[in-house]
């Protein structure tokens, strides 16, 4: 059987490794994490996990994300420092990865039309990185014009599929509104043109996007939402993907199955049963973040609680009042919790996904 590192090299990838690994996802019937992570230690604790699961993984930064990696006390203002974070951050994986062993995609998440000037940001240094290496820093990036009506979100889009490609660079891009505190979710169940995705509009967004470059994956939306909430009130219709990729086969009088490679946003608290159904119709990645941040503050969380009476002051414990503190205040000890905590619930997610023993 083929295994991914048949395919490509451990290490950041680019180009056509991506577009290989992503195929050969939606081939095999797996979907990859992507992690959202805002300090070198999700992104250690994702690569540590993925090289003991021995498959690939994706490292993600939000922009909000991106500005905390690079720091609280820098202004942001023109984007400054979620440019410089996600610039840090990317340095930091390609740094690192190899060490582990593993395939990975470095990518950015979602980027509203005002934020473009992040995106531009990074793109500058794309090219800096292209011009020295021969390839990109990061492997990915999405933009998310989805609250633009879809033919100036796809004019956009292009624009930027344009100059990517020149790198060699994936472009993610969302069609539909993800659901979430901000959109005003429906909750009756009934199909709404905002969280459900048509499939004239993937079609539109395929064949326009195809005849720029062959990078390009879709956030198709069916009923995701960002967050986690009480159940009942998301209801997720992975079968609209499928109705989107039979429709392009169809009306494209495509040989080639599931034509199209899936995201899918606001996985965290899905029934397993719709990740596996998503998976089936062309889902190749999902995203993780508001599991993966619980789980990280709550092993800090329990840490703390279970050794309160060693936290409370340098010297002096149940042991004795001379007895001291530092080997449990150790910031390292404190947050090396979190990422135990955080590779248990990616451990879940890799199995969720089927993307167990890929390399
Ligand atoms: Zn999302």
């Given amino acids: ?48 996990i993925a090289r003991d699961i021995n498959s690939p993984i994706i490292i993600q930064l939000s922009n909000g994300g991106a500005a905390f990696f690079a720091g609280k006390g820098l202004d942001n203002k023109n984007q400054q420092a979620s440019i ?12 690192v990865a190899k060490e582990y062993g593993i395939p990975v995609i470095m990518h950015t998440d979602h980027c509203a039309k005002k934020l473009l000037p992040w995106l531009d940001g990074m793109i500058k240094e794309d090219e800096k990185f292209f011009k ?10 999405m933009i998310d014009l989805s609250q633009e009506p879809l033919k100036e979100n796809i004019k956009i889009a292009k624009k930027y599929l344009k100059k990517l490609d020149k790198m060699k660079i994936t472009l993610e891009l969302e069609v539909g509104v993800t659901g979430g505190e901000e959109d005003g979710v429906d909750n009756s169940g009934v199909e709404n043109k905002r969280l459900y995705t048509q499939p004239e509009d993937i079609l539109y967004t395929y064949e326009e996007l195809l005849k720029i470059s062959k990078r390009f994956t879709i956030a198709a939306t069916f009923g995701n939402v960002h967050g986690v909430y009480k159940p009942g009130n998301v209801k997720l219709e992975p079968k609209i993907l499928n109705n989107c990729q039979k429709y392009i086969e169809k009306e494209l009088n495509l040989k080639t199955k599931k034509p199209v490679n899936f995201v899918f946003h606001g996985g965290s608290g ?90």
């Fill in 132 to 141: 020295k290496n021969g390839k990109p820093l990061f492997s990915s990036h």
């Fill in 1 to 48: 059987m083929v295994k991914i590192l048949d395919l490509v090299k451990p290490g950041v990838l680019y180009g056509d490794q991506v577009t290989k690994v992503l195929n050969h996802a939606k081939e095999k019937g797996f979907a990859i994490p992507a992690v959202n992570v805002t300090s070198t230690s999700h992104i250690n604790c994702a690569l540590e």
């Fill in 84 to 95: 410089l974070g996600a610039i840090s951050a990317a340095e930091h994986v390609h740094r």
């Fill in 270 to 359: 899905s029934e397993p049963e719709k990740i596996t159904e998503a998976i089936k119709y062309g889902v190749v990645k999902m995203n993780i973040d508001t599991d993966t941040q619980f789980a990280y503050t709550n092993g800090i969380v329990n840490y703390v609680n279970e050794k309160k009476s060693y936290l409370k002051s340098q010297i002096g414990n149940p042991e004795g009042s001379e007895s001291p503190n530092k080997k449990y205040y150790d910031p390292r000890v404190v947050l090396r919790t979190g990422e135990e905590s955080m590779k248990k619930r990616l451990e879940l997610a890799f199995k969720q996904l089927k993307c167990l023993n890929k390399n």
